[in-house]
């Protein structure tokens, strides 16, 4: 039998006392940032989190179905202001937008957190008064800590974290990029390139190997694993233009401009395209180019942009419903749900030539 991983094994394994190690899994204050996450960080590749009631505090909440008190209850939605994710943005919004929508059918309320930082987390988590975290986007581990610490249920939408189980949910990022980039080849595109940093989330990793997966498939060469075109920064805020402004100068100097660009989402396809028409290169008769996603203003670019619908609201929706299976059944196995999306075509993408 392996021997149980103790807060003292933790201390001795990163050369901190015990004491350190538990402010640190407790969430209480006195511990710097960085040493914190070291702990967490060494706590999970010790496995101490996956001991059962390790350092999880019992803490009693209403069931669902608790009669007429139903409708006071809630879900917190935590949505950290972070990385664009806001109400606002064309994509987390919509996702928002279901998960609304599905509490209100089973009668529960949303508390939106933007909060990003624990320690001001720990304030306004209230395990009594929730039944569950739907989480959305991209959120620190640390924060996440402190739900699983109180074993409050959560599902997470567009991302997970390799030190905290929980359930997910996502669009089939694989799979919608295989497809749309074997179209590209269909249409006779032999020369592609992916455009966004693979680092960046979950999905557009997912999203890159979907698109490697689909060339290796066909027998054709796939970019460099030093490809700066794979680990642009700037993917935020759009500032990521004047590099590739560099690297579209190199090809069209050495005469290697691939034919289709494939963007890891649309805000990145609708600034390429931006780049391009500048630098007079014709979308799509010189190079096509797509996104992903299907925000509303990829409709709205010059040329319309041919992308992958993601059903944001669906996702939403999933999310709610694998909290309440999740609340109802604590003990199933974790699951992570996937969401199909498929391609939409419009006018930025061509035969090579054409």
């Not at 209403?62 to 806001?86: C, E, F, H, W, Y």
């Not at 997470?156 to 030190?163: A, R, Y």
Request: net charge neutral.
């Amino acid at each position: 039998m392996a021997k149980k991983v103790t807060m003292q094994k933790i201390a001795d394994h990163l050369g901190v006392s015990k004491f350190v190690v538990s402010k640190s899994l407790s969430g209480k204050g006195g511990v710097n940032e960085t040493t914190r996450e070291r702990v967490i960080q060494a706590a999970s590749q010790l496995g101490y989190f996956t001991q059962k009631n390790a350092y999880v505090q019992n803490v009693k909440r209403p069931s669902p179905a608790a009669g007429s008190d139903r409708n006071k209850q809630s879900v917190l939605v935590l949505m950290p202001n972070i990385r664009s994710q806001t109400q606002d943005s064309l994509y987390w919004g919509k996702i928002v937008d279901g998960i609304a929508l599905a509490l209100d059918q089973v009668g529960l309320g949303m508390v939106i957190v933007s909060e990003h930082r624990a320690d001001n987390f720990i304030n306004i988590l209230n395990p009594s008064g929730l039944l569950g975290l739907v989480g959305v986007g991209q959120i620190s581990t640390s924060l996440l800590l402190e739900v699983h610490r109180i074993g409050l249920p959560m599902v997470l939408i567009d991302h997970e974290d390799p030190l905290i189980p929980s359930d997910t949910v996502f669009a089939n990022n694989i799979d919608s990029m295989t497809r749309l980039s074997n179209h590209l080849m269909g249409i006779g595109h032999t020369l592609f390139h992916f455009i966004g940093n693979i680092r960046y989330s979950r999905s557009f990793r997912d999203r890159w190997i979907g698109f490697r997966s689909a060339l290796e498939e066909n027998d054709m060469k796939t970019p460099a694993g030093d490809d700066e075109m794979l680990t642009l920064e700037g993917m935020e805020d759009g500032s990521f233009r004047d590099d590739f402004k560099l690297w579209l100068a190199k090809r069209k100097k050495a005469k290697t401009l691939p034919s289709a660009l494939v963007c890891a989402n649309d805000s990145t396809a609708l600034i390429i395209c931006e780049v391009l028409r500048e630098e007079g290169v014709a979308i799509p008769a010189d190079i096509s180019v797509t996104g992903f996603d299907n925000i509303e203003d990829a409709m709205r670019g010059i040329p319309p942009l041919t992308t992958v619908h993601v059903p944001k609201e669906a996702m939403g929706r999933a999310a709610v419903e694998k909290l309440m299976n999740r609340i109802q059944n604590p003990s199933a196995p974790l699951e992570k749900i996937l969401i199909a999306a498929d391609i939409v075509h419009r006018d930025s993408v061509a035969g090579p030539g054409k």
